[in-house]
Every structure is written in C-alpha cells, then in structure tokens.
C-alpha cells in the first residue's frame, strides 16, 4: 500500500486530481471496524489527503467462525445451519443452495412442487435482501423515511419465512430432497397479498421518492463506477457485475430448481456506478415479483419432498408404527449415513452473485472438503481501487452499495 | 463447444502436463503441474473461442494420504461467453509447497491465494501481498490442514464435571 501514497509521478496525480507533491502529510482514519456506516464488522484503514482517499487497507476476519472446518466434521443434514449465517440477510438462498449441491451429488431429482416452493422462497430472500441494500443506501445518504417505510414489507417476509420454517434470519429452511413443509393456505395468502398488493405499492412509492431525487441522485450519479471489464476481473457477480454491464446471471445461464420455467428479464446497467448497482437491485425486486406470481400461479400438485429416504425425515407418525422410518429416522438423525465419493460445484445466484459451494465427498457421513465460494469476500476487495481519491461520504456509499454482508464475507 | 474438444486442444497443446481428464457432473476436471499452471491459465484465458476469462474460485485441499502430492490447488474457471465451466488441479508435495501467483492474470486471485494460504499454507510465489486474511496473524499453524482434527462428536473420555454436567 506504501508505494501508491504520494503522487510522484503525473499518473497518479491526475488519478487524485491533485498537483505533484514530495513532501504531504497524510491522515489515517479508521473506518471501522464497529463503525456503524460499516454495517458489519469490518475495518478499513484509509490513508486521506484532507477529504480525499488516497488508499485503503482492509482488514476482515472479525466475524471468521471456520465454517469450512466445522463442516467437515458434521452430516451433511446439519451444515444448513452454517450456511444461514453466512448471507444471513437472504439465508434461504444459502440453505437451498446447499440442498442442490448435496442432491446433485447423491443424483436426487426433486419433485416440481418442491422447485417451485423453493423458488418462491429464494426470490422472497432475495426481495428481502435487496430491500436492505437499497434502503440502507438511502439512509447512508441521510434519507431515513425509505428505509423505515419499505422495512415494514421486509417485516412481512420474515412472516411468511415464520410460516414455512418458524425462524426470521436464520431460517434454516428446506430439507436434503424438497422442503420440510408444505405452503400453507396462510402462507399462501401472505406470499399473495405482498406480491400483489402491498409490496408493488411500497416499492413503487420508494422508487418515486428516490429515483428521481435530486438530492439522491446528486450523491450516488458516477460515484465508485467500475467497468465491465475491471469487475470481471475482479470477479464481480450478481447485482454489481450486472449494473457494470454484463449480463450474468446464474439463474439464466445454469438454471436449478426450475428457473428455466419462469418468464422474467435480467436488468442490466451501463457505468457501474452506485446509481447502476441501485437501480438494477430496484429493478430485480420487480422481476422477483414476477417470478414469484408465475411460481404461485402454475404451482404444480404433488409432493413437496423427493423420496429420498436416506436424507429425507420420514413422516413422525410412520415413526412410532413403521419400522423401516425408525430405523431411517435414527440413522438420518445419528448422521451415520455415508453420502457417494465425488466432487461436485454448484452456484446459485445469491442476493450478492454467485454463491457457490464445491464439495469434496470421499465417501463418508461428512463432506472431507467443502468450500464456499461467497460473492462478497471476492468483489470486496476491489473496493480500495473504487474509493481511491474520492471523498469519506461518497466512500460510505459505496461501500454501502456493494451490499457487504460481514457474515458471508468471513464465513 | 463440448467438453470433448477443449480436453483434446488442451492436449495437443500441453500433452503430457495435462492429465487425469475427468467429467465428474458434466464439469471438465484435469491436473496439471506447477510448471505449466501459469501458461495453461493464460491459455484458457486468451483463447480465441474457448475464452475462460472469469476466475469463480481458487482454493486448497490437503490429502495427508497422497504420498509427494499432499496438497491441492484447486482453480475453477468460467467461460461466460460459452458458459462452460472448467476445473484443474495442481498437487503440491509438503515438502516444498511453492505455486506461482496468477493475481497477474486475475486480480481477484489476491484474497482467493490469502485465504488459501491462511488455511493450508500453500505458498503463493510472486504473491503482492501473502499474509493471513481471516485468522490473526500470530496464529502459527494452518487450521484446515487435516491433522487439526475437529473434536469427535461421539468422543467418551470427556469428564463431565468439566462441562457443568
């Protein structure tokens, strides 16, 4: 970081828009790591030039729980858990990505029902997710009204997660082979009343009092931009790869669960900016909506479990009266079910971008190597090149409209 | 574009460095040697059809087992334009566990190479900046190594006055 700190040559004085100096003082701020613009625990160290960013240190690793270690002693029914406290402002995304991975590898094919449930419970999380992100922009740009009017349809959601596994955040929801429950008429009728009635309503008076703000748009328009190309190479995915241009999408390009079924568009920006990262996660929301609509619509009959009777809980009741559940109920339970060797990846387009989870399975009751690829620890690292020779305010924005969830990005 | 094809363009071009070809869920698995990990990266990378321009993930695996390859490097490359994914391997010997960097090809690769030093402690020569990441840094051993086994969960010797029991 050293090298980068004083403009010697013109290069670097041009990119800090600043004359060529030999002899500057810097300041260092610590940004972080309890700060509450931070939103999460994180710390960045910047090095200023008055109110100017001339470079920044990252530290991370504050809220590091060794996930990938704990996994590899635990059955593969139990690392649901550790999957909901990564992202743990979509932690259903997290869970069913997980499921995926585990059926691909012991070759389940879920029933539809199940997919489309699943579906609708991702693009809630997702819905969930992106509300966080774009409302939390708005108050780190000092409007506070958005974020508590559309936290109240956050609020909603979290019911509706109540109603299909009983927890808010970490929902720990679905099962290896389908979902643990049914929809519900109650949860039905919530998922329908917010798509149909009260989140569109919400949203769309949030997207009148920001979109065309000027106050808003005056702090976010060409604020931490980064090309297409640059992203790419950082790895960028998600909302923040798109919104500089590129349309990668892991439900488009490698459809699971059923994605391939829905009619929805993939919103692209142009610059990168924070105001391109705002309006495609606004515009996300919209098309999760949608597919959420089309889901409740051609909701298929049938089971909402595979029959997978060595991952899959049987039935309580065939518990006390049938054998064979018993003794698959112990052994599920005990964990002391060995899973196939082999090595399987599998994405999932997460509220952040690809969430990817490689497993190595050698044949036994845990996975012996299990890494997650998490969005936010690979994109965050481009954030000292995007806030370079911008000021603390705007830096806050961006960091802010990155979308960094401490929990996924220390895992 | 199938699998097939890269596998064979691959070989005609690096012959017996690449081997151990494996399809395993439809994903194109190979293993190559530390020499030839930096030009068969650039390679992909740079090929006029298949372009694998997208790094999605780097990380480790220790084999304690693997006799003079005990650890893994592990790349998974994405052709956005194609989508098609792709996976190599490069095993190391413990005794000497240097792989070149390739944050000059990607520089996403920095924090990817950190964490994977962090946890196995493969060494990432010409790395800019290879120290640890999510552990502090006085930590003096490498966690995900597998002789740091995690506590048995059906373990009986445990005293359980010890544990308030």
């Given amino acids: 970081m050293e090298d980068i700190l004083i403009p010697k040559n013109t290069s670097d004085a041009l990119a800090l828009n600043r004359p060529i100096v030999e002899d500057t003082e810097y300041t260092t701020l610590n940004l972080g790591p309890t700060h509450p613009a931070t939103h999460g625990i994180f710390q960045n160290i910047l090095k200023m030039d008055g109110e100017k960013i001339v470079s920044g240190e990252q530290t991370i690793g504050y809220i590091h729980r060794a996930f990938e270690k704990i996994a590899e002693r635990r059955p593969f029914y139990q690392i649901t858990t550790l999957t909901d406290r990564m992202n743990y402002c979509s932690s259903p995304i997290n869970n069913m990505g997980w499921h995926m991975t585990v059926e691909k590898l012991l070759g389940v094919t879920v029933p539809k029902r199940a997919d489309y449930i699943r579906v609708i419970m991702m693009e809630l999380a997702r819905i969930s997710d992106h509300i966080i992100c774009n409302s939390i922009l708005g108050v780190d740009t000092g409007a506070y009204s958005g974020f508590l009017y559309v936290f109240q349809e956050r609020e909603k959601i979290y019911e509706i997660y109540e109603e299909m596994c009983g927890a808010r955040l970490t929902t720990n929801m679905g099962r290896i082979g389908g979902m643990e429950r049914d929809l519900s008429p109650t949860a039905i009728a919530k998922i329908r009343d917010l798509v149909n009635n009260s989140l569109p309503k919400a949203w769309a008076e949030f997207e009148k009092l920001f979109n065309r703000n000027r106050i808003f748009v005056d702090r976010i328009v060409n604020v931490g931009p980064i090309t297409g190309e640059r992203a790419l190479e950082y790895g960028f995915t998600g909302p923040n790869l798109r919104a500089a241009g590129i349309d990668y999408d892991v439900r488009v390009m490698e459809p699971y669960s059923s994605y391939q079924d829905f009619d929805f568009d993939i919103p692209v920006g142009h610059n990168g900016d924070t105001y391109d990262r705002f309006m495609v996660r606004n515009q996300e929301i919209w098309e999760s909506m949608k597919i959420i609509r089309q889901a409740l619509e051609n909701l298929p009959e049938g089971p909402y479990y595979a029959n997978e009777n060595h991952y899959y809980l049987p039935p309580k009741h065939d518990v006390y009266k049938n054998m064979e559940a018993l003794i698959y109920h112990f052994k599920i339970v005990m964990g002391e079910i060995d899973a196939p060797a082999g090595e399987v990846y599998h994405a999932v387009e997460g509220g952040n971008g690809e969430l990817g989870f490689y497993l190595v399975s050698d044949g036994g009751r845990a996975p012996y190597r299990l890494h997650f690829r998490r969005p936010s620890f690979i994109y965050y690292q481009a954030y000292p090149e995007m806030c370079k020779g911008v000021s603390i305010s705007d830096a806050i924005v961006i960091l802010s409209s990155l979308n960094v969830i401490a929990g996924e990005l220390d895992a | ?165």
């Fill in chain 2, 1 to 165: 574009m199938t699998n097939q094809q890269i596998a064979e363009d691959i070989v005609v071009k690096f012959g017996e460095n690449t081997h151990s070809f494996e399809e395993p869920w439809g994903l194109l698995t190979l293993t190559t040697n530390r020499q030839n990990i930096i030009s068969l990266l650039e390679y992909l990378k740079q090929h006029e059809t298949f372009r694998f321009n997208f790094l999605t993930d780097l990380t480790g695996i220790h084999l304690p087992d693997n006799q003079g390859a005990e650890f893994g490097v592990i790349y998974h490359l994405h052709s956005l334009q194609n989508n098609v994914r792709i996976r190599i391997k490069v095993f190391l010997s413990q005794d000497d566990i240097h792989i070149p960097t390739v944050t000059s090809i990607w520089p996403t690769a920095n924090w990817m190479e950190r964490e994977t030093y962090d946890f196995f402690g493969i060494l990432f020569d010409g790395h800019p900046n290879l120290i640890r990441i999510l552990n502090i840094e006085e930590m003096d051993y490498f966690p995900m190594r597998k002789e740091y086994a995690l506590e048995d969960a059906t373990r009986e010797d445990k005293i359980d006055a010890l544990f308030g029991r």
